[in-house]
Structures are given as structure tokens and as C-alpha cells.
């Protein structure tokens, strides 16, 4: 008998200490009423940045001119992605991509062994796994319109130019950055991947789910 | 023929000036690199509520031992649900809810005039329709799990002792406060409410998006 569909969170949590950035709001809650202290109710305030923790890039966090995360269309957010194990460390390219096999996919994860940083402590690490710029090229070409990766940027470490996020995002192809891929097997999924609705932005933190 | 399922995003847009409920942190958005400015790329900081705009209370909004938003399942924040037509000023009551005639709903969206009140400008409005105590132990009888509002609180303004959230989130209902259902047509949909995963937070904004 087939298993039931499960749901898998490739979101990271987030609290404060969670790895960002470099150069990026780091992630604060702060309280504002507490029962404890005589408030009706608890409620805090959330500081963070467009790119803190699992969240995605919209073309405007490159091109001035260009879509804003609130215009992102849903049923590109939503909708069947595959996971792929890119078990590799330093600059995946186009021979690493052809060689998983691509299938006419419209959403791509990345699983790479960044998935294992976010069990490593606080601290943000800079020789993850990133697409190069032939590899990101080579994902447009082949009709990809979502691009997931599981650290928090496609791009190289200061990279000059930043040529993924550009090859990408000036394409109109939805980066999404942070995941944990860990618990996502290799394979295909429904994938629920909701960003706040905040007008006008570069990018916005995400909740992403995956349903299979 | 029937007409393929379309997507409704019924979260409001975040933006500086959104109506918040009194005493809870206003919405902005604050930029940290602009590439108009020389940055590399586009970057801002954002600051809100936990319950600023579309969000979901945990139990922890009123009990300090109870769930927080990141324990909240995923299966009851993604499933079938239904949006119940209540075109009535004032409180609900379990005798509204009995006519529009729940039918094993474990998801209900409550579509009151109070969606309209999200495009009247950005002030609050005091005079929201919402639960009495009443209304929401009737939704917690009948089995309900998610409950769904148009304004930003399911109680009535001020009200002491906050009743209806106490029966709610002290059976471990969900709460989801904040949506706009102007263009949600009453029926059935497949709902995905994904608040951010904020460890511990007595609650979170989400991205709710209607499959229908």
C-alpha cells in the first residue's frame, strides 16, 4: 500500500543567533506584552531582514525596475518541484545539473551538503556549495522557473557581479534561499512556498512546505 | 467545462500605514542597500508584530505553557476549508453560525463585512464584526480546528477577559486573524496558511493563499 503524503518543513526556524548574511538584519523577537507581566497577552515585535533566514529573492533585489516580491505569481510559489542531491561541495555547473537529470522541471531544489550547516551552530559559513554562472544559465535554458538552494545564497561568497542571481533574476526565475533540504529526499513533491506579501520588496522570508 | 482551480491570495499587503490592531507593533520597511545608492544589491530590514497584518495566533498568545506558532501542525494550517458568508455587523453568535450550516468543517473562513474595511483607507476600525464567546465554544462543539477572521481580531474590541480567544486557542484552535475574503466567494477551497516559523512566538504573520 502506497505511504500517505507527508509534509516536510525546509523552512529553517527562526530565532535569535540564526545564521545571516553577511551585511544582512540578523533575526530578533522582542516582547511587547507579557501575561507574565500583567499584559492581557503576549505579543512581540519581529525585526529581520528581506533575506533572514528561508526566503525569497524577487527580481528587484537586483534590477531596480523589476518585479517586487508581492507580484511573484502564485502558481509559480505553488506547485510540483523536485528535489535534486547535488552531493557537492564548492560550484555546481552545468555538467552537475545535466547529470541529475533534469526532466522538464519547473522548480528545482538543490539538496547539497549546506543542508548540514544549519545543525552546525550559529555561525554563517562561507564555502557553501553555490550555482556558478553556466550552471544558473544552464537552468534558465532548460525552462526552470524556480530555483531552490539550501544556504543563503546561490551566488559564490562575494561574488563580483553576483552573475547567478542576475543570469537568474533577469530572467524573472523565483530564487528561493535558506531552505534545509535535509528530511526532503531526492525526488518530486507538491511545494507550498508562501512569502509575506510585503509591496514592493527586494524579497520577503518564507514559509516553505513540501507535500509527498 | 469546468473552470480550472484559480489561486486567491486573501493576506493583505504589508506596507507602511497598514491598520493595526492598538498597541501592536506598526508595519515597516526600512531599506539597508540600494543599488541606486552604490549597494551591490537591493537589501531592507523589516519590522512588524506577530500579529501585524495577516497572522495566525498560537496558543501562546494567552497561555505562557501552550504552543507556539512553530509547533503549530502543518496539516490543519493546509487542507480543504471553507469560507461561510456572515453579512452581519456585531457579533457572532452560535445561532449565525448554526444557519450557515457547518458540515464537518475542521477549516472555517468567516467572510463578514468586514473585509471591505481593509480598503477604506489605513486607520483602525473599533466597530469590526467578531465572535462572541458564545459563537466561538459553538465552532469548538462542533469540531472546528482553524478558525479564520477578516479583521485583525476575532474578539469584539476591548473586550476584558478576551472569551472568544480563550475558548478558541485554550482547545488549541487556530486562530488566523487578518484576511481579506472580498474576493473569496463563498465555498470550498484548499487553504495554505503558512506563518513564518518562529520559535516559541505567540504567533506569526502568514501568506494564506485559497485553492478553489
Redesign the interface.
Known amino acids: 500500500m502506497p505511504r500517505a503524503p507527508r509534509?516536510v518543513?525546509v523552512?529553517?526556524?527562526?530565532?535569535p543567533g540564526l545564521a545571516t548574511y553577511p551585511?544582512?538584519?540578523e533575526f530578533e523577537?522582542q516582547p511587547?506584552?507579557r501575561?507574565?507581566a500583567g499584559g492581557?497577552?503576549?505579543?512581540?515585535?519581529?525585526?529581520?531582514?528581506?533575506?533572514t533566514?528561508?526566503h525569497v529573492d524577487a527580481p528587484?533585489?537586483?534590477?531596480?525596475d523589476a518585479a517586487g516580491v508581492?507580484t511573484l505569481a502564485?502558481?509559480l510559489l505553488?506547485g510540483r518541484a523536485r528535489v535534486i542531491d547535488v552531493p557537492l561541495r564548492g560550484g555546481i555547473t552545468e555538467v552537475h545539473l545535466a547529470q541529475a537529470g533534469l526532466r522538464e522541471d519547473l522548480r528545482v531544489l538543490l539538496r547539497t551538503p549546506n543542508s548540514a550547516l544549519w545543525n552546525s551552530g550559529e555561525a554563517f559559513h562561507q564555502d557553501y556549495t553555490y550555482l556558478t554562472e553556466q550552471g544558473a544559465k544552464y537552468l534558465v535554458e532548460q525552462g526552470v522557473k524556480v530555483v531552490g538552494v539550501d544556504y543563503l545564497s546561490v551566488e559564490q561568497f562575494k561574488k563580483a557581479g553576483?552573475p547567478a542571481?542576475r543570469a537568474l533574476l533577469g530572467d524573472n526565475v523565483v530564487i528561493i534561499e535558506g531552505l534545509n533540504l535535509s528530511d526532503a529526499e531526492p525526488g518530486t513533491y507538491e511545494m507550498?512556498c508562501?512569502?509575506?506579501?510585503?509591496?514592493?520588496?527586494?524579497?520577503?522570508?518564507?514559509?516553505?512546505?513540501l507535500?509527498g
Open positions: 509534509l518543513d523552512s529553517v526556524p527562526l530565532q551585511g544582512n538584519p523577537l511587547i506584552k501575561v507574565a492581557s497577552s503576549n505579543v512581540s515585535r519581529l525585526v529581520m531582514g528581506t533575506h533566514g528561508t528587484r533585489h537586483f534590477f531596480d508581492d502564485l502558481d505553488i553576483a542571481h507550498y508562501l512569502p509575506l506579501r510585503v509591496t514592493g520588496a527586494d524579497g520577503a522570508p518564507a514559509r516553505v512546505v507535500k
